[in-house]
């Protein structure tokens, strides 16, 4: 019997920017219309995860400690609630918009660049070496040009839940955790450092009258105002006017604001 197999990467940023990798989702459909959703947690990644950004996979019970999570004929709530139904009145400029002619929701998720609101989650493509990825290096500073760039390139191993074999050290399942409560804190106290010293500087030459600010970001000009337009008018949605400029959100709603107090003068 035909069938049709998606499969997806459950990914998560925090605050620092770090990629945490959640669970691997597995969609498979049959010419039946027989459908079936795996979700296979990657809990010693899971266990590292501040609270504050991970409150667990809608709609699983992770306190199970589950090797896989079976949704057969379901559509379970992580998919409900961040994909367009069969029944959706604008479903086929939805799938148009990333290059579909049926309704495959993983699929969907995976193509499109729609923010959900309720939490941080977003889905990529699953790729085999997301699973158990060993990173094989002489030394650590093998894995970067500078050194002080060395701490994040260990952390970021250590959130995507890759191992890491090197001649000083070995991090895997067994040792993530310890290394990554070690770890963190050291990066997260030197960023801050980093970060006081430089408001520090910006307000020593602010005293002295030499500090100019970030230079504004250059927009064209009808490309920005048609965006603009646009999206207030309700034809683009959030996601795909950031796109579109290639800006950050602030930036964009900063702009939209000035925008929209010219249109009024």
Avoid at 19 to 24: E, G, L, Q, T
Avoid at 44 to 59: A, E, R, T, Y
Wanted: charged letters at 35%; one cysteine or more.
């Amino acid at each position: 019997m035909h069938r049709v197999l998606t499969q997806g990467t459950i990914l998560q940023k925090d605050d620092a920017g770090f990629v945490y990798k959640v669970a691997r989702i597995d969609f498979e459909e049959l010419e039946n219309g027989e459908f079936t959703y795996k979700f296979t947690p990657y809990f010693s990644v899971i266990d590292l995860m501040p609270s504050n950004i991970f409150q667990g996979i809608p709609g699983l019970d992770l306190s199970l400690r589950k090797p896989q999570y079976v949704r057969k004929n379901i559509t379970p709530c992580f998919i409900a609630e961040r994909t367009p139904s069969s029944g959706r009145e604008n479903l086929q400029e939805l799938l148009e918009e990333v290059g579909m002619d049926y309704l495959n929701r993983l699929e969907w998720l995976i193509r499109c660049d729609y923010s959900y609101f309720g939490d941080r989650f977003y889905v990529e493509r699953y790729k085999e070496a997301d699973d158990e990825n060993m990173i094989k290096v002489d030394s650590m500073y093998d894995l970067v040009e500078r050194r002080d760039q060395l701490l994040k390139k260990i952390l970021e191993i250590i959130c995507y839940g890759d191992n890491l074999e090197s001649s000083e050290i070995t991090i895997n399942d067994e040792n993530r955790a310890t290394y990554y409560e070690f770890l963190m804190p050291i990066y997260l106290n030197n960023k801050k450092y980093k970060r006081e010293k430089q408001q520090e500087g910006i307000d020593r030459k602010k005293l002295e009258g030499g500090y100019q600010g970030r230079k504004k970001i250059s927009l064209d000009v009808n490309a920005s105002e048609k965006v603009f337009r646009e999206f207030t008018n309700g034809q683009i949605n959030e996601a795909k006017a950031l796109k579109e400029l290639k800006v950050s959100r602030s930036t964009f709603y900063r702009r939209l604001k000035e925008y929209r107090q010219k249109a009024l003068v």
